[in-house]
């Protein structure tokens, strides 16, 4: 017997009730080694206008690039403590901001390393089901060779690449979610 | 080898269920472990799963999740849902391989479960007002095959149909008892459950007179980053489900009415609460692995 998935529906408006339990903008404790960055950006609608209501999920590998995951069967540690998952809700303008460790690249298709990626769920009221896209690093030589950012147009490539920003380790990475500057969002298939 | 070392059991109906389930993993003389657990008694139970092989450094047989059937899931612009007009995308998706980003994800296996967080009528020194209910049922995947350990969070409105957020301005009354929010993790069967109340109905304001139908809302993480799922439970029967624009979202009716909860006399606990039946079904894994997407959507 085959079960057929469950449709996605809206986080709405209100989700803070349920989900500020597991929220978290430090993703890397003082245990954890690799080179500390802060993210910093807004999510921002089709007016142009900063979302309050939105939450990001992100999911990252550790410095090495492992993953705290048992399917990630590479030979490298996993510091105790890091998960390499954050929650964090956007604030009355829409801004957001999390500190972690850059990841180191990860495993990809066809036997080629991805260049160091996080990879981003975005809620929020409007949103039905979730949009899925990543954040890249800036000046990281390994992305002209992504196996994943291959599948973008050239031009829009730039949506998925954090700029610095500030002082050292700082980044900015925008989540635009219509128009010109829109963000690339994927399809996994999920 | 990877070992999972898990507890098969984590028993919710009991008034205090201890956390007992953890992950282990041997690579190259190196243990890592997930989680932390106490008191495993005798239920513990070691699983193994097929170690993804190892060529040139790289994995090269790590399993995907199926897509969706067209249909199944909804659109971003849907139009009657009046907030996915200034926020669903304009542009085309970019369909991509799911890669070992997307078939890891994180583990909760070691969050603290008790009473008060999944009965949410125990949050308070009082009993909230309205209607008890049971809410259960289980996680599972496409294949049938128990999401297991994972963890499970709900919110939802008061009995009069109030959340306890500063932007819910509707004017029914809040409840000092009740919170709205709970969490556990399923058992090794995919078994999830929670007492709380029926939560009301309430008015928004996507179009005139819009009511929403009372629904409780759920996420659900599973095995991986691409199996995350938000979504909302309907009560069976309910007069406003068909005038709903975020229920009547999704195009295909039997994927909308997987959406419905089913009431159930073997949960219903006499003299106290009714009960309602909810699984919670997420992609199945693929039989090939790598398999790149050869579609995209639109």
Known sequence: MSFRATPSQTVGPYFVIGCNRLETNELAGPGVSGERIEIRGRVIDGDGIGVPDAMLEVWQANGAGKYAHPEDTQDKAIEPGFRGFGRIPTDEKGGFRFSTIKPGPVPGPDGKAQAPHIVVSVFMRGLLRRLVTRIYFPDDPANQEDPVLRYVEAERRTTLIAKKAGVTGGLEWNVVLQGEHETVFFDIGL | ?298
């Open chain 2, 1 to 298: 080898m990877v070992q999972r070392d898990v507890c098969e059991e984590i028993d919710n109906t009991l008034p205090a269920p201890t956390l007992v389930c953890w992950w282990s993993t041997t690579i190259g003389g190196h243990q890592v472990s997930w989680g932390a657990g106490t008191a495993c008694g005798s239920t513990c139970a070691i699983v193994s799963i097929a170690p993804a092989k190892m060529e040139n450094g790289f994995m090269t047989n790590l399993m995907g999740f199926r897509r969706f059937r067209p249909g199944t899931q909804p659109e971003y612009l849907h139009p009657p849902y009046v907030s996915s007009v200034k926020r669903a995308p304009t542009k085309a998706l970019v369909a991509i391989p799911q890669t070992l980003s997307e078939i890891t994800g994180p583990m909760f296996g070691s969050e603290r479960v008790d009473v008060k967080t999944f009965d949410l009528t125990k949050q308070h020194s009082g009993e909230p007002l309205g209607e008890r209910i049971v809410v259960s049922g289980r996680v599972i995947d496409e294949d049938e095959k128990p999401v297991r350990h994972t963890l499970v969070e709900i919110w939802q409105c008061n009995a009069a149909g109030r959340y306890l957020h500063n932007v819910d301005q509707h004017n029914a009354p809040l409840d000092p008892n009740f919170t709205g929010c709970g969490h556990t993790l399923t058992d090794a069967e995919g078994r999830y459950r929670f007492v709380t109340i029926r939560p009301g109905a309430y008015p928004w304001a996507n179009h005139y007179n819009a009511w929403r139908p009372a629904h409780i809302h759920f996420s659900v993480f599973g095995p991986a980053f691409a199996t995350r799922l938000v979504t909302q439970m309907y009560f069976p029967g309910d007069p406003l489900i068909p005038f709903d624009p975020i229920f009547n979202c999704t195009a295909d009716e039997a994927a909308r009415q997987r959406l419905v909860s089913a009431f159930d006399w073997e949960t219903t606990r006499p003299e106290q609460a009714l009960g309602f039946q909810f699984n919670l079904v997420l992609a199945g894994r693929e039989e090939t692995p790598w398999e790149p997407l050869r579609a995209g959507r639109k």
